[in-house]
């Protein structure tokens, strides 16, 4: 098994352009989260789902949109980007809720600039 | 004030020499985890403990659900340990995490 995968690994972007951030799993896990890492931080929750179908806000949803079509992937879109979203993006999925382990992808990191 | 927090927040140890990184958290449900996260950015879950001890290898993970306290513990530190060590709670859907202790084993 792959686990979680995220591409790309690094990206540039000017101010105000878009990208898509993909992370595919193949444990069939129901639960996936996107978080972000700015450093000297604590993981924050930006996006999570529970399913197919159904994505919600975490703590720092601005920015940001996600869908989820399949129960494989789970990409995160950022719309006009600003300098404030550079930062590492990781991807991870987890059986279920609450105290199961998370598996990460490998991250993404984003300049914005 | 944060809901996850570590300390101490860098700790440089000697080869050999036994590690304590603690962990208090006030938000949550009755478990904690512990991962680490490599020099090169890779994450990766050490312990995921809701009582008493756990031991994996040189690694020792201790939580107090009451005190609502955790502890990770290396013993015989190697320069290999050298990381980031994040403990995180987890809530009914998400998680929340301390910003994490960096570990420096020198030989």
């Known amino acids: 098994n792959a686990g979680v995968t995220q591409t790309p690994k690094f990206r540039i972007l000017k101010i105000g352009q878009s990208m898509t951030l993909q992370c595919t799993q193949d444990?069939?896990?129901?639960?996936m989260y996107w978080y972000r890492q700015d450093p000297g931080m604590g993981l924050k929750l930006i996006y999570y789902?529970?399913?197919?179908?159904?994505?919600d806000k975490g703590e720092v949803p601005n920015g940001y949109n996600v869908s989820r079509s399949t129960t494989e992937d789970f990409p995160l879109r950022l719309e006009l980007a600003a300098p404030s979203q550079t930062s590492v993006y990781f991807c991870?999925?987890?059986?279920?809720?609450?105290?199961?382990?998370?598996?990460f992808g490998p991250g993404t990191r984003l300049t914005v600039t | 004030k944060n809901e996850v927090e570590q300390s101490p927040q860098n700790l440089t140890a000697q080869e050999g020499e036994f590690i304590t990184i603690n962990c208090s958290y006030s938000?949550?449900?009755?478990?904690l985890h512990w991962l680490q996260q490599h020099p090169g950015g890779g994450i990766v879950s050490l312990f995921m403990?809701?009582?008493g001890k756990k031991k994996h290898g040189r690694l020792i993970a201790t939580i107090n659900i009451q005190e609502k306290h955790s502890s990770l513990h290396i013993t015989a530190s190697h320069p290999r340990d050298s990381a980031v060590y994040i403990c995180?709670?987890?809530?009914?859907?998400?998680?929340?995490f301390g910003a994490g202790t960096r570990l420096t084993v020198k030989p």
């Open positions: 991870a999925s987890s059986y279920s809720r609450g105290p199961y382990e998370q598996y």
């Open positions: 444990m069939n896990h129901n639960y």
């Open positions: 789902s529970v399913g197919a179908g159904i994505t």
């Open positions: 938000v949550g449900i009755s478990a």
């Open positions: 403990l809701s009582s």
């Open positions: 995180a709670s987890p809530g009914d859907n998400d998680m929340r």
